[in-house]
């Protein structure tokens, strides 16, 4: 660091001793003294001025510490800016081989200082990813070289000076200017998925903004392949309590009354990403003895302790002609997410029927007050149809009405105005 400090002190000081020779940073007004070190700052653009000796293409040996001091600014890899370069020759048209060769001395200088056959950059580029949170990336470029030669009779005045009063005649102009797009492309980042996208069963519905599953910022890196996502639904009444089962838990009894299985093509994994968060939604359609019932919505958590089913938070969504919940998830909880309710050990025997062991059809073994007893979710009538308790009834997708119609609106997917909480 204090070899560059040095070296552009004394390529300014050239600079303003000179008035042909030396570093400048293009400006309408004079740059005050006090200001300069802020100018110098990672500019966005400058500029080095040479000077050549009368019939010669070689630069000077003198001129060596301002294409030094260019180089460590230019090329310095704690530099935030992306520079473009371009070399211009002003001179006439009797010397234009001779301009051409300075133009190509001074290319030649920036090649050898990275021993490459073009202008090579390493620069710290910084990223932000939705797995790994802010990091920082070393990427390569080939430095974008602009070479041009001008007969200054054919320019007007004003493209014959620099900052106003330096004459650009017999010099060669070397300009850096910040521009990252030209140097490493304008893609700008991976996005998976690239869109705001809704993905669709019959019933359920997938909301995904942009990046929702996997985002890189500013990266160069390879993008992984678009993403693949299914939903296989369990949302019949009938099939779910045959082959009953409660929702995995430690310690809670939790009643499920529907689940949905998520299949995705890229999934992350728990301890993989530090920084995900819940901006993926799903939405099941409910009636309104299912919201009277105060119906969740649980998917996987990853604790210190391990994984369980915990309840998201979960909305109710007004707009549209279907009343439907909704819970936000992240990439980590593509798997089963259920409906269900939590009760209490008490409240078994208002939902469930007891069961005389454990393989009668839909029964489940639910420990109370440390013994094990048996519960099934439903028994057959005298007319052979299902009998259900009437607050687990009140739970369950049973449309006994003209069948539903199913068109929530694609627009304005993520305004949820008028929702409520469900707490």
Same mark, same amino acid.
């Given at each position: 660091?204090? +070899?560059?400090?040095?070296?552009?002190?004394?390529?300014?000081?050239?600079?303003?001793?000179?008035?042909?020779?030396?570093?400048?940073?293009?400006?309408?007004?004079?740059?005050?003294?006090?200001?300069?070190?802020?100018?110098?700052t990672n500019p966005e653009e400058f500029c080095l001025l040479l000077h050549f000796d009368e019939?010669?293409?070689?630069?000077?040996?003198?001129?060596?510490?301002?294409?030094?001091?260019?180089?460590?600014? =230019?090329?310095?890899?704690d530099n935030p800016m992306l520079y473009t370069m371009s070399i211009e020759a002003y001179g006439?048209? %009797?010397?234009? =081989?001779?301009?051409?060769?300075?133009?190509?001395?001074?290319?030649?200088? #920036?090649?050898?200082?990275?021993?490459?056959?073009?202008?090579?950059?390493?620069?710290?580029? *910084?990223?932000?990813?939705?797995?790994?949170?802010?990091?920082?990336?070393?990427?390569?470029?080939?430095?974008?070289?602009?070479?041009?030669?001008?007969?200054?009779?054919?320019?007007?005045?004003?493209?014959?000076?620099?900052?106003?009063?330096?004459?650009?005649?017999?010099?060669?102009?070397?300009?850096?200017?910040?521009? *990252?797009?030209?140097?490493?492309? &304008?893609?700008?980042?991976?996005?998976?998925?690239?869109?705001?996208?809704?993905?669709?069963? /019959?019933?359920?519905?997938?909301?995904?903004?942009?990046?929702?599953?996997?985002?890189?910022?500013?990266?160069?890196?390879?993008?992984?392949?678009?993403?693949?996502?299914?939903?296989?639904?369990?949302?019949? /009444? @009938? @099939?779910?309590?045959? !082959? $009953?089962?409660?929702?995995?838990?430690? %310690?809670?009894?939790?009643?499920?009354? &529907? $689940?949905?299985?998520?299949?995705?093509? #890229?999934?992350?994994?728990?301890?993989?990403?530090?920084?995900?968060?819940?901006?993926?939604?799903?939405?099941?359609?409910?009636?309104?003895?299912?919201?009277?019932?105060?119906?969740?919505?649980?998917?996987?958590?990853?604790?210190?302790?391990?994984?369980?089913? !915990?309840?998201?938070?979960?909305? !109710?969504?007004?707009?549209?002609?279907?009343?439907?919940? @909704?819970?936000a998830l992240n990439p980590t909880q593509f798997d089963t997410i259920y409906i269900g309710k939590?009760?209490?050990?008490?409240?078994?025997?208002?939902?469930? #029927?007891? =069961?005389?062991?454990?393989?009668?059809?839909?029964?489940?073994?639910?420990?109370?007050?440390?013994?094990?007893?048996?519960?099934? *979710?439903?028994?057959?009538? +005298?007319?052979?149809?299902?009998? #259900?308790? !009437?607050?687990?009834?009140?739970?369950?997708?049973?449309?006994?009405?003209?069948?539903?119609?199913?068109?929530?609106?694609?627009?304005?997917?993520?305004?949820?105005?008028?929702?409520?909480?469900?707490?």
């Open positions: 660091m204090k +070899r560059i400090v040095l070296l552009l002190t004394l390529a300014i000081a050239l600079s303003a001793n000179a008035q042909t020779s030396g570093l400048h940073i293009p400006s309408e007004k004079p740059i005050k003294p006090r200001d300069l070190p802020k100018a110098w019939g010669d293409s070689a630069y000077r040996e003198e001129d060596l510490d301002l294409l030094d001091s260019a180089y460590h600014v =230019a090329f310095s890899r006439n048209s %009797r010397d234009e =081989a001779l301009m051409q060769a300075r133009v190509e001395s001074v290319y030649r200088y #920036f090649t050898m200082r990275g021993h490459e056959v073009v202008p090579v950059r390493y620069a710290y580029n *910084p990223i932000h990813c939705n797995c790994h949170g802010d990091t920082v990336e070393l990427i390569r470029y080939e430095v974008p070289t602009d070479k041009q030669v001008y007969d200054c009779a054919d320019l007007p005045s004003s493209r014959k000076l620099l900052n106003k009063d330096i004459q650009l005649e017999g010099t060669i102009l070397v300009t850096f200017r910040n521009n *990252p797009i030209e140097c490493i492309g &304008g893609g700008g980042g991976c996005y998976l998925p690239s869109q705001d996208s809704n993905i669709r069963a /019959y019933y359920t519905q997938l909301i995904l903004k942009k990046g929702s599953i996997y985002s890189v910022d500013n990266t160069r890196d390879s993008c992984p392949p678009p993403v693949q996502i299914s939903i296989d639904e369990h949302l019949d /009444y @009938q @099939q779910l309590v045959e !082959k $009953y089962f409660l929702i995995p838990h430690r %310690r809670n009894i939790i009643l499920p009354v &529907g $689940y949905v299985v998520l299949h995705s093509s #890229f999934n992350r994994q728990p301890d993989e990403c530090t920084s995900l968060t819940d901006s993926i939604f799903i939405r099941f359609p409910v009636t309104d003895q299912q919201l009277e019932s105060r119906l969740r919505i649980y998917a996987k958590k990853y604790t210190t302790k391990g994984m369980e089913f !915990k309840p998201l938070t979960t909305k !109710k969504i007004k707009n549209g002609p279907v009343l439907m919940i @909704q819970g939590r009760i209490a050990e008490d409240e078994v025997s208002k939902y469930l #029927f007891p =069961a005389d062991s454990p393989t009668e059809q839909g029964a489940v073994t639910i420990t109370i007050k440390g013994e094990e007893r048996f519960f099934k *979710p439903f028994r057959m009538d +005298r007319d052979g149809q299902y009998e #259900f308790r !009437k607050p687990f009834r009140n739970m369950l997708r049973i449309i006994e009405d003209e069948e539903e119609t199913l068109t929530p609106s694609d627009v304005d997917l993520f305004r949820n105005d008028g929702d409520e909480e469900i707490e």
